[in-house]
């Protein structure tokens, strides 16, 4: 089978990532062909410049070259699955890029309704019973009625990654604050200003309760095609109440998968199949009740494969490359028209 990844390798300069352990593992799958794509190559046309990757054994630096590689030309239409490992922010028309191809290959996940899936509120409408009391605005005036009922708050922007834009937000001294993972504690004179700054380029923010036990750490649980792979605690050293893998002093400890939480999976993944969404990382935070609650659902681009492996000395980058080969064998029109009856261009 022609697998294609899309990624830019430079940036996961660390072997251990998911997406350097994914290429490698397909790599050295003989049932597979890889081909690597560069973002920037990302075209829309009906044929694209790509990577041929040699089966055998990849190594670190070759991974981190790929996009310097000698490159061939390939007919979309020849590639039996496209994977779209882009890192968020997506580049400008990436997705509807990507969307030219839809019918023409398969992806395991559908690039059209990214677009709807990365917008504010789309997690909270779909999984109000599993998720933290969430509204979404660009109002001054709502921020502070939802301060007032809650004290503390999390601003969430749309199309972003790695904690960059999760903002905590009080009241304090007359002024509003914010704290960031990356950016630290800044004051703002009044929430126009402050909702200015957390909203970026977005017209709204999704505003969530601040839950306290966030210290207990972020749980990770891994879903393919609907089947759980398994879950890890990523927990901040320092205390601070943002734990995502890309902070430096963030620690992983293996987790079990509770009752509840098998619960919201299984509520929320025909949902998401619905969208054409396949791979899934599902994020939990604690609840003031001692239940974890869905904080952020990631499609597509997920982290946590590679991870299992690590915490626990089993195979399931070979049970992902599995899946992904059964996927190929299915017909590519029925995998796109599920997504189309979503995205509405059908």
């Not at 999760?166 to 402050?194: M, N, Q, S």
Request: negative net charge.
């Amino acid at each position: 089978m022609n697998l294609v990844f899309i990624c830019d390798p430079e940036r996961y300069p660390h072997a251990d990532n998911d997406i350097p352990v994914c290429y490698k593992a397909a790599a050295r799958d003989p049932r597979i062909d890889l081909f690597h794509l560069p973002v920037a190559h990302v075209t829309g046309a009906d044929e694209i410049d790509v990577v041929p990757v040699e089966t055998g054994v990849l190594s670190h630096e070759a991974f981190l070259n790929l996009n310097m590689a000698p490159r061939r030309v390939m007919p979309v239409a020849s590639v039996d699955v496209m994977f779209c490992r882009t890192l968020k922010p997506f580049p400008e028309g990436h997705l509807d890029r990507l969307g030219r191809w839809i019918g023409k290959t398969r992806f395991l996940n559908h690039p059209l309704n990214k677009k709807i899936q990365i917008s504010a509120g789309f997690l909270s409408q779909l999984a109000p019973d599993y998720t933290p009391e969430t509204i979404v605005t660009g109002d001054a005036s709502s921020l502070d009625a939802y301060l007032a009922r809650h004290g503390v708050v999390v601003a969430k922007r749309p199309n972003s990654t790695n904690g960059l834009g999760v903002y905590k937000i009080w009241r304090e001294d007359g002024r509003y604050r914010t704290d960031h993972v990356h950016e630290g504690v800044r004051d703002f004179p009044d929430g126009r200003a402050l909702l200015a700054y957390v909203r970026g380029e977005w017209d709204a923010v999704e505003l969530v309760r601040f839950l306290p036990r966030v210290t207990a750490g972020d749980k990770r649980v891994v879903v393919v095609g609907g089947d759980i792979y398994g879950a890890y605690i990523r927990r901040s050293a320092s205390g601070h109440w943002v734990h995502n893998v890309s902070s430096s002093d963030s620690l992983c400890y293996p987790a079990e998968v509770s009752d509840f939480e098998r619960q919201a999976v299984a509520a929320t993944v025909p949902l998401y199949r619905d969208y054409g969404f396949h791979t899934l990382g599902y994020d939990f935070l604690l609840n003031d009740d001692g239940r974890w609650l869905i904080s952020e659902i990631n499609v597509g681009n997920i982290g946590g494969i590679a991870r299992l492996e690590q915490l626990t000395g089993e195979s399931f980058m070979d049970r992902f490359l599995d899946w992904i080969v059964s996927f190929a064998e299915r017909p590519a029109y029925d995998v796109a028209a599920v997504g189309l009856r979503k995205s509405g261009r059908r």
